[in-house]
C-alpha cells in the first residue's frame, strides 16, 4: 500500500488547529449564551406586560363603576333638585 497523500489541513499544526477549534467553541458557546438571555428578558418583559394588562383591566373596570355610580348620583341630585323646585314652587303659589 502506499502512503495517503496529505493536503493542506493536515499540514497545519496541531496547537493552531486545537486553538481555532477552541475558538470555535467559544464564539457559539457565546452565541448560545446570546440568545438564552435575550430570551430570558423577552420572557420578562411579557410577564411584565401581562401584569400591566391586567392592572390597566381593573382600572378600567373601576373607572367604569364610577362613572355608572356618578350618573346615577347626578340622577339622584336631579330628582332632589326637581323636589326643591316643586316645593318652591308650591310656596310661592301660596303667597
Same mark, same amino acid.
Given at each position: 500500500?502506499?502512503?495517503?497523500?496529505?493536503?493542506?489541513?493536515?499540514?497545519?499544526?496541531?496547537?493552531?488547529?486545537?486553538?481555532?477549534?477552541? &475558538?470555535?467553541?467559544?464564539?457559539?458557546?457565546?452565541?448560545?449564551?446570546?440568545?438564552?438571555?435575550?430570551?430570558? @428578558? @423577552?420572557? &420578562?418583559?411579557?410577564?411584565?406586560?401581562? =401584569?400591566?394588562?391586567?392592572?390597566?383591566?381593573?382600572? &378600567?373596570?373601576?373607572?367604569?363603576?364610577?362613572?355608572?355610580?356618578?350618573?346615577?348620583?347626578?340622577?339622584?341630585?336631579?330628582?332632589?333638585? @326637581?323636589?326643591?323646585?316643586?316645593?318652591?314652587?308650591?310656596?310661592?303659589?301660596? =303667597?
Amino acid at each position: 500500500m502506499s502512503p495517503t497523500p496529505l493536503g493542506p489541513r493536515q499540514h497545519t499544526h496541531p496547537t493552531i488547529a486545537n486553538a481555532i477549534s477552541v &475558538a470555535q467553541l467559544v464564539v457559539l458557546s457565546i452565541g448560545v449564551l446570546t440568545v438564552v438571555a435575550n430570551l430570558g @428578558k @423577552k420572557d &420578562a418583559l411579557l410577564e411584565r406586560m401581562d =401584569k400591566d394588562m391586567g392592572e390597566l383591566r381593573s382600572i &378600567a373596570q373601576e373607572l367604569v363603576k364610577a362613572q355608572v355610580l356618578g350618573a346615577a348620583n347626578d340622577r339622584s341630585h336631579e330628582d332632589a333638585l @326637581k323636589q326643591v323646585s316643586q316645593r318652591m314652587d308650591r310656596l310661592e303659589g301660596h =303667597k
